[in-house]
């Protein structure tokens, strides 16, 4: 069953198994009989770790950078997807170009800070959707330099990238003492993360209660993506029936947007308490773009008795640390 999977080349990037961390004290203070577990992927390492780094190790697989000499990516001035490309190309010996939409303020600080100090180079662009064309631009111009440039897709949420998160519910169902009863709480924009978990699940044939919950989009466009992902990467692997798998697992997925708040990256009242209990509770470090918002979900389904209490919580943390120093 995982015979295909691990035939898939990749890079190691990552410092895995990730640790699954048992959080009782968190359980006692919300007063549930719920276990809750954090999955610790902030600490997958590479360049302060986080979901970003599973991703590369596919996008970054050897027969993909044969004669590579540069890698070019895009996302905000405080982009945790672009720090970790940064951090990957310098560990792989590669240059690095970022595409930037917006200005850093002045002084850079958190992300900003982190991809110049890697060795990135930054192009800013105005506008988000000046982006791609940025990033043909600049494949073209180290093309003409006598160079060639791997372009990641924002986010990584490739196909390929959600495989990372494939293998990571592979890790998961490995870790945990008993699989039944399990829900798994994370934290979904491009989609890759949330939609390699939807393929890592139907390929284990693990009836999970996955809830993604959005940064950014509407609900209902964050379980497409995911889902369009995830059987899409399912092609990869190639193995009859996984897409119809895929198809009912999904049904089960839940997407909520409810805990956006003002926007991507705005901070809510929600999300700064669930940083507190969580740090307070569980000695976790939440940041506030992505990780606090999925936690504070995590906390009012609990706390409104949504999860039967024989069953078992997983709060998947994606990292985002540096956005606490902005
Ligand atoms: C990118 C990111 C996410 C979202 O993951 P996607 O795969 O893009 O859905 C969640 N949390 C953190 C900290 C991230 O950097």
Redesign the pocket.
Same mark, same amino acid.
């Given at each position: 069953m995982l015979t295909r999977l691990g035939a898939i080349p990749r890079t190691e990037l990552a410092s895995v198994p990730t640790p699954l961390i048992a959080a009782p004290a968190l359980a006692e203070h919300l007063g549930t009989e719920v276990r809750i577990y954090v999955k610790a992927d902030d600490r997958t390492g590479l360049g302060l770790g +986080?979901?970003?780094v599973r991703?590369l190790e596919y996008e970054l697989a050897p027969e993909r950078l044969h004669g590579v000499t540069e890698l070019v990516t895009a996302g905000g001035p405080h982009s945790?997807?672009c720090r970790v490309v940064a951090a990957a190309a310098a560990q792989l010996g590669l240059r690095c170009t970022l595409v930037i939409n917006g200005q850093a303020e002045d002084p850079t600080r958190g992300n900003a800070c982190l991809h110049r100090l890697l060795g990135a180079g930054i192009v800013t662009v105005p506008e988000r959707q000046d982006r791609e064309p940025a990033m043909k631009e600049e494949a073209r111009r180290i093309g003409v330099a006598g160079g060639r440039a791997l372009v990641v897709p924002v986010?990584a949420?490739t196909p390929r990238g959600a495989l990372g998160y494939v293998r990571a519910a592979v890790e998961m169902h490995r870790q945990i003492d008993s699989p039944a009863h399990v829900w798994i709480f994370v934290?979904?924009?491009? +989609?890759?993360?949330?939609g390699g978990l939807i393929l890592g699940c139907a390929l284990l044939d693990w009836p999970v209660r996955l809830v993604g919950v959005s940064?950014d989009e509407p609900a209902a466009l964050a379980k497409d993506k995911a889902v369009g992902l995830a059987l899409d990467a399912a092609r990869l692997l190639g193995q009859r029936g996984l897409a119809d798998s895929v198809r009912a697992l999904s049904e089960s997925v839940v997407t909520t947007d409810a805990f956006v708040g003002e926007g991507y990256g705005a901070a809510t009242p929600a999300g700064d308490e669930a940083a507190r209990v969580f740090g307070a509770r569980a000695g976790l470090i939440l940041?506030p773009?992505?990780?606090a918002k999925a936690a504070a979900a995590m906390l009012t389904w609990v706390r409104r008795e949504r999860i039967p209490s024989s069953d078992q919580v997983v709060f998947l943390h994606?990292?985002?640390h540096p956005a606490l120093f902005r």
């Open positions: +986080g979901n970003k991703k945790n997807h986010g949420s934290c979904t924009s491009s +989609g890759g993360t949330l940064a940041d773009v992505y990780t994606t990292g985002g």
